[in-house]
Every structure is written in structure tokens, then in C-alpha cells.
């Protein structure tokens, strides 16, 4: 339940900040800034459920997966205040993508190194 919760959160998060940044007007973008912060608060509540309970089976990938995912939050935060500024750059988005296909992997190695299952 909370794993699909939080699934979903991260693919509302991608879609919005794909959709966002992408856009020309400022406020346009700032519309999807505040959507994209519905799916801050699925993924935080979902991931502290979810890190409760692998805590005791993997603590340090637990660790660097909650480090990672608030990493990418942060990036995404950043990316659209430059965005909001006329200065967001590719090297910003390059690190975004990278920040978060690297949550996205580490999310998988854990649940697969819990459960025996990629999904």
C-alpha cells in the first residue's frame, strides 16, 4: 500500500516537474511548482512509512535512499526558483535527472534486496 502510495508520488513528482520546467511563462511553471509539492507530501509520508519498515533489513541503502530522495527535492526546488529567475541552465537539469535516476535505482536495489522482486 504505502510502496504503491509512494510510486505513484514519485511519478506525479516527475511529471509535474517535467511539465513545469518546461514551460515558458513563469507563472505557468509556478502552477506546477505548488503540484509538484502535493507530491513532496505523498512521497515524505509514504517514505517515512516505507523507511520504518526496511530500516532493519538494509539500514544503510534505507539511509542513502532518504538522503537521495530529499537530495532530488532540494534539486527540484532549486531548478524551479532558477526557473522562476530566467537562469535555469542544463547543467542544473543534467543533475536533476541524474539525482533522481539515481533515487529511482536505489529504490529498486533496495525493495529487490528485501523482497527477491525488481516490482
Given at each position: ?10 511519478l ?54 532518504v ?7 532540494g ?23 541524474c ?15 528485501l523482497?527477491?522482486n525488481?516490482?
Amino acid at each position: 500500500m504505502y510502496l504503491l502510495g509512494h510510486i505513484i508520488g514519485w511519478l506525479w513528482l516527475m511529471l509535474t516537474v517535467a511539465i513545469g520546467l518546461s514551460r515558458h511563462s513563469v507563472k505557468s511553471a509556478n502552477r506546477f511548482l505548488i503540484l509538484s509539492r502535493i507530491g513532496y507530501l505523498l512521497i515524505i509520508i509514504t517514505g517515512v512509512a516505507l523507511a520504518i519498515r526496511t530500516l532493519s533489513g538494509n539500514w544503510w541503502l534505507t539511509l542513502l535512499k532518504v538522503i537521495l530522495g530529499l537530495g532530488t527535492i532540494g534539486l527540484i526546488e532549486v531548478a524551479f526558483a532558477r526557473k522562476q529567475e530566467s537562469h535555469l541552465n542544463s547543467g542544473l537539469v543534467t543533475l536533476l535527472v541524474c539525482g533522481t535516476l539515481l533515487t529511482i535505482i536505489c529504490g529498486i536495489g533496495l525493495h529487490w534486496q528485501l523482497t527477491g522482486n525488481l516490482i
